[in-house]
């Protein structure tokens, strides 16, 4: 972990920094409604902060008192100034004797951070930064090793020795100690001074074990994207999506001949829901309706969260057919049966009648003429009334960090969608026949758009 001097006081010509503070709190369980209130009410004070890029505080596990913490900045500075506002400083004071903090720092492509090599007067060089960059692909394929061989799954329980891993894992020692030690540089892996590696609480997110689990993504990514983004070339070139010419399909066509990457595709949104929307629907109601249609909505995970404090109304999951099956048991596990259907199907086709419709992580896959298509399936199957509920990340304008600026090469190289800014979804909701009736921004990310059909 670096000091704050290192940031705080950085040579102008140096790279510049992105705080990330990641972790877990653990707060007296009797005490966490108290704590959470009280950390929210710094999501204001952060979001005056032109420094903060995201600031999130959910609960991870109500009964054990943990708290997920997630921060963004753009500087070391800005993090300063957070922190000595009145608010902040107050909190700190009051919670710090009374909670475990497992929050870490990361810096990002700091040259004094994990894996930098600092050079006189604090900067990078360019070109070592480029070669980092280059690198990625490396640090995605040690990433998906440790979540295939599930190292940090068998770290759940505490630290072990590589060779103690290897042997559990069926690798060699020496090659996986090499990647470990490589990812303990980007803070995945901690070495301990008996010879022993731990996981960081970056790293645990590769456990299969946590609601905010990774490792499916990594699987995911990795056999099913990876391969085809070699293929990014073409697709610049000729507007065909890499994926099309690497599969000699559209992706969905290609994924669902193959159920067991079928379910992988499905616990990633699964987990996508559990993490990084983590926070995002505590504090959202639905608008009214009596029957709640999740359209694209795999297994269903986005309509539980909706529907747990909606005991009154009902709820359908739509998808294709290949991916229903799990949609059906993820609903019997939830206990939800008896007001969840699950109806199969395709939702350029048709889409069943509802009062509310949700579209999560859906209208980014598709082009425009696409998503208008969708939406016109809404369209004709919607009750009076009924409204929709978007949930998508909204590209901001300026070259801040933002999930949607990477995810959108995803949507790019897979299916030709794209992620999509506020002004975009109004027009294209507006092109379709629907009116943007506000957009509520959350903790994390993601966005609630909501929409009306125009009378
Ligand atoms: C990115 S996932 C989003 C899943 C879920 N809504 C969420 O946000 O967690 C997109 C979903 O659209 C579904 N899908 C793709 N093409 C479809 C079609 N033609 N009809 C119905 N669902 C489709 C996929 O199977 C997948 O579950």
New binding site residues.
């Given amino acids: 972990m670096n000091s704050v001097r290192d940031a705080a006081t950085a040579d102008t010509n140096a790279a510049p920094t992105t705080v990330v503070l990641a972790g877990r709190v653990f707060v007296p369980p009797g005490d966490l409604e108290t704590f959470i209130a009280e950390a929210r009410t710094v999501y204001p004070v952060a979001a005056a902060n032109p420094g903060n890029v995201l600031m999130s505080f959910s609960v991870e596990d109500a009964a054990a008192g943990i708290v997920t913490v997630l921060e963004k900045w753009t500087s070391q500075e800005a993090l300063d100034r957070h922190v000595a506002t009145p608010v902040v400083t107050a909190l700190l004071t009051k919670w710090g004797p009374r909670i475990r903090n497992e929050v870490q720092r990361f810096d990002v492509l700091d040259p004094s951070g994990p894996g930098g090599q600092e050079q006189p007067g604090g900067a990078l060089p360019p070109a070592m930064q480029m070669i980092q960059l280059l690198g990625g692909f490396q640090l995605a394929q040690a990433l998906y090793v440790m979540a295939k061989l599930d190292i940090a799954t068998r770290l759940d329980d505490g630290p072990r020795t590589v060779a103690d891993l290897a042997a559990a894992s069926g690798a060699q020692p020496e090659p996986l100690g090499r990647l470990i030690r490589s990812l303990a540089t980007v803070g995945v892996f901690r070495h301990l001074p008996d010879g022993t590696v731990e996981t960081t609480p970056l790293g645990a997110t590769l456990s299969a074990n946590r609601p905010d689990s990774a490792r499916a993504a990594a699987l995911y990514w990795m056999e099913t994207h990876y391969l085809p983004f070699s293929d990014l070339l073409h697709n610049v070139r000729t507007g065909e999506t890499a994926a099309n010419h690497y599969y000699g399909e559209p992706f ?1 066509d290609w994924i ?1 001949k193959k159920p067991e990457l ?1 379910e992988l ?2 616990s990633t ?2 987990n ?2 559990g993490g990084l929307r983590a926070g995002m629907f505590d504090d959202y109601r639905l608008p009214a309706g009596a029957v709640v249609a ?5 297994n269903g ?2 309509l539980v969260r909706f529907l747990a404090k909606e005991p009154d109304r009902r709820g359908i999951v ?3 057919p ?2 229903v099956p799990g949609a059906r048991r993820h609903i019997e596990e939830q206990g939800l049966a008896d007001r969840v259907d699950v109806v199969a ?5 048709s889409v069943p009648p509802a009062d509310v419709y ?5 209208l ?2 598709w082009d425009d003429e696409k998503c208008r298509r969708i939406l016109g399936s809404i369209e004709a199957a919607a009750k009076p009334g009924a409204r929709l509920v978007i ?1 998508e990340g909204l590209v901001p304008a300026g070259d801040e960090p933002h999930l949607t600026k990477m995810i959108d090469l995803i949507m790019l190289a897979m299916g030709g969608g794209k992620e999509r800014s506020a002004d975009e979804f109004e027009q294209l909701l507006s092109s379709a026949g629907f009116t943007l009736d506000r957009i509520v921004p959350t903790p994390t990310p993601f966005s609630f758009i909501e929409a009306t059909v125009r009378p």
């Fill in positions: 969905f669902v079928v595709q499905t949104m699964a996508v829901t999740d359209i694209g909505g795999a995970s986005v739509f998808d294709l290949e991916v199907g395709d939702f350029f086709e949700v579209l999560a992580y859906v980014h896959d949930v």
